[in-house]
């Protein structure tokens, strides 16, 4: 199991982009629960960030 690979598939499923050939042979990148961690963990990643830049914009005002 390549982390980084997984990592990579979540972020090409965020935004969209990807080949169908790809989204075929996802199942063969790892298991689906280790997907849904990594999605999971990306999102408050993403969020953190968003509430990071609010608070310094307010914070700033």
């Known amino acids: 199991m390549n982390l980084v690979r997984q ?6 499923s965020f ?3 990807g080949r169908r050939q790809d989204m075929a042979t996802i ?15 990306l999102v408050l990643m993403f ?3 968003l509430a990071l830049i609010a608070h310094s914009v ?4």
């Open 7 to 12: 990592i990579q598939t979540v972020l090409w």
């Open 15 to 17: 935004i969209g982009l």
């Open 27 to 41: 199942h063969e990148r790892g298991s689906p629960l280790v997907l849904i961690l990594v999605a999971f963990v």
């Open 47 to 49: 969020l953190g960030s």
């Open 58 to 61: 307010v914070k700033a005002a």
